[in-house]
Each structure stands twice: as structure tokens, then as C-alpha cells.
Nanobody, 126 residues
């Protein structure tokens, strides 16, 4: 059974870069046809897809975040990483990593992804 676990700093200062890692167990991030994604849910808003990295290593980003988002992977450690630059208080929320069997840029329901991490809260403050 595949499991995902997010890790990273719980507190980031404004204008800094946030870095989160999703460690995958029970399966390889290079396995076809899976996509590995970062998703967040701002308070009072719906789920927001940030970007994905495919089994092949190809990356895809939300147009609204593309200029300051980067997703990479380490196939030896079997994890993938989100970097979000120039954070502001608007980026303060819970971040999730998740797996899907196809690229999903729009999230209408959590069920579109078959596996989720528990999420990690990120606060932005001086």
C-alpha cells in the first residue's frame, strides 16, 4: 500500500522560499502512469492544485503559481519536493502531496487522487 508523508518547516518568513518534501513508501515515484502532486487548501477556499511531477519526471505547474514554483524529485530516496518562492501570508495554509493515475490540473473532489498525505501546516510570519 502506497503511503505519502509530507515534511518541512512549519514556519517560513515572508519573502523566503518554502521547501516541502513528500516521501513515498510502498511504491516507486517512477511507476507508470502515476502523477505526484502538491495541493493546498487556503482557509475558506477549495483545494488548489499547485503542480505535479509525472512518473517520467515531467513537471506541470498551475499558471498562477508557475513563476515561483518548482517541483523536483529524488528517485533514489523516492521523494519529491516542492519549492515555493517569495512566500507571503497568503501562502499560509495546509499543504498536501497526493497521487493520481493521470494529470489532474483541476480538483473538484479529493477522490480524484487515490492517495493523500496527511498534510503539513505552513505558517508565514516574521
Amino acid at each position: 500500500q502506497v503511503q505519502l508523508q509530507e515534511s518541512g518547516p512549519g514556519l517560513v518568513k515572508p519573502s523566503q522560499t518554502l521547501s516541502l518534501t513528500c516521501t513515498v513508501s510502498g511504491g516507486s515515484i517512477t511507476t507508470y502512469p502515476y502523477y505526484w502532486s502538491w495541493i493546498r487548501q487556503p482557509p475558506g477556499k477549495g483545494l488548489e492544485w499547485m503542480g505535479s511531477i509525472a512518473y517520467s519526471g515531467s513537471t506541470y505547474y498551475s499558471p498562477s503559481l508557475k513563476s515561483r514554483t518548482s517541483i523536483s524529485r529524488d528517485t533514489v530516496k523516492n521523494h519529491f519536493t516542492l519549492q515555493l518562492g517569495a512566500v507571503s501570508p497568503e501562502d499560509q495554509t495546509k499543504y498536501y502531496c497526493a497521487r493520481s493515475g493521470r494529470l489532474r490540473r483541476v480538483i473538484t473532489t479529493k477522490a480524484k487522487y487515490d492517495t493523500w498525505g496527511r498534510g503539513t501546516q505552513v505558517n508565514v510570519s516574521t
